[in-house]
């Protein structure tokens, strides 16, 4: 079984950062591709940011030049630096791994949501 569990979500004002943090642990063989997503009232799971263990990174075009982010593999974690932060990114955010529990077996994995709330 693995566990992703986020951290980081808060009330800011608008202009203002955060730094989510997400750790994956359980029977962990490998943690592959990682990632954040959101989703907002309303609206539809979108990705925010992907890496991959090789550190490849894709942001979606709202988040360019204001997220950033970055992973420690030997911990199994993923971060995401968010500045400039605007009312619209107001959400759930999701972390996301593929993780390997077996040599070449593996499967998708969801944290349970932190909010990120920026005022305006």
């Known amino acids: 079984q693995v566990q992703l569990v986020e951290s980081g979500g808060d009330l800011v004002q608008a202009g203002g950062s955060l730094r989510l943090s997400c750790a994956a642990s359980?029977?962990?063989?490998?943690?592959?591709?990682m990632g954040w997503y959101r989703q907002a009232p309303g609206k539809q799971r979108e990705l925010v940011a992907s890496?991959?263990?090789?550190?490849?990174?894709n942001y979606a075009d709202s988040v360019k030049g204001r997220f950033t982010i970055s992973r420690d593999n030997a911990k199994n974690t993923v971060f995401l630096q968010m500045n400039s932060l605007k009312p619209e990114d107001t959400a759930v955010y999701y972390c996301?791994?593929?993780?390997?529990?077996?040599?070449?077996?593996?499967?998708?994995?969801w944290g349970q949501g932190t909010q990120v709330t920026v005022s305006s």
């Open positions: 359980g029977t962990i063989f490998r943690v592959n591709a």
């Open positions: 890496i991959t263990s090789g550190g490849s990174t």
């Open positions: 996301n791994a593929y993780v390997w529990y077996r040599s070449f077996v593996g499967n998708d994995f």
